[in-house]
């Protein structure tokens, strides 16, 4: 009777410790399956961040290029002599136009260049 006991107790402490492996096992496996997830969603952002970079870029180099033509236009009207002052006025509006878009671009490439980074360093 007091075998039958004992191994009865012992068979559930068996049970239990297993029971408490199991659990642990599950729960490893969560851990690791929220951090492959994580990972996944950071090279995600990663690779959205380098492809916005670029598209920044792109659009940064388009401006500068923009801005370089009507810096030319600009100072060959200055030249001739039969350019109007409304015509420099607006040629002028137009620069500083697309000056603002140089430097908005600028601060996107910046932006996208600090997530690259941010998301580099995981």
């Known amino acids: 009777m007091k075998e039958a006991k004992q ?8 049970l239990a410790q297993e029971k408490a492996e199991m ?32 598209k920044a870029l792109n659009k940064k180099q388009k401006a500068e290029i923009k801005l370089a033509k009507q810096n030319l236009k600009y100072e060959k009207a200055l030249q001739k002599s039969k350019t109007s002052g409304v015509q420099l006025s607006k040629m002028e ?18 932006k996208y260049q600090r997530e690259i980074d941010r998301l580099s360093r995981n």
């Open 93 to 110: 509006l137009a620069i500083k136009k697309t000056e603002i878009l140089v430097q908005q671009a600028d601060v996107e490439v910046n």
């Open 23 to 54: 659990k642990q096992a599950k729960k490893m496996e969560k851990q690791a399956a929220a951090a492959e997830k994580e990972e996944q969603k950071r090279v995600k952002s990663l690779d959205k961040a380098i492809k916005n970079h670029d």
């Open 7 to 14: 191994a009865e107790k012992e068979e559930r402490r068996i």
